[in-house]
C-alpha cells in the first residue's frame, strides 16, 4: 500500500497517525532512515506487523474516501479521521 504525504517547509514530513500506531511509533522514538531505492523509514526499536500495517492505512483510507466531492476539505472537516497540522516555524 502507498501513501502520500509532503515535506513541510523545514523538511518535515508528518507521518499519520494511522501509521504510527500500526508500526509502534511514539513521540520522541528514534527511527531508522535508509536509502535505498528511495526512503525507508522505520521504527528503531520495534517489530512491524505488515498486516496491521494495512489494515490501519485501509481504515485511514476508507475515511478520507468519505470525504467527496472536493479537493480541499472545509475547516475542522479532518478532526474526525486523525490527520494533524503541519509543523509551525
Do not use: C, Q, W
Not at 4 to 32: F, M
Request: charged residues 45%; glycine residues 8%.
Amino acid at each position: 500500500m502507498t501513501l502520500k504525504s509532503r515535506v513541510g517547509r523545514k523538511g518535515y514530513i508528518i507521518l499519520p497517525k494511522a501509521i504510527r500506531e500500526a508500526v509502534g511509533i511514539d513521540e520522541g522514538d528514534e527511527v531508522i532512515i535508509e536509502i535505498r531505492d528511495g526512503i525507508v523509514i522505520k521504527p528503531a526499536k520495534k517489530k512491524i506487523n505488515t498486516d496491521t500495517i494495512k489494515e490501519k492505512l485501509r481504515e485511514h483510507l476508507e475515511k478520507l474516501r468519505r470525504i467527496k466531492g472536493r479537493k480541499e476539505p472545509r475547516p475542522g472537516e479532518l478532526a474526525s479521521i486523525s490527520l494533524e497540522e503541519e509543523f509551525e516555524d
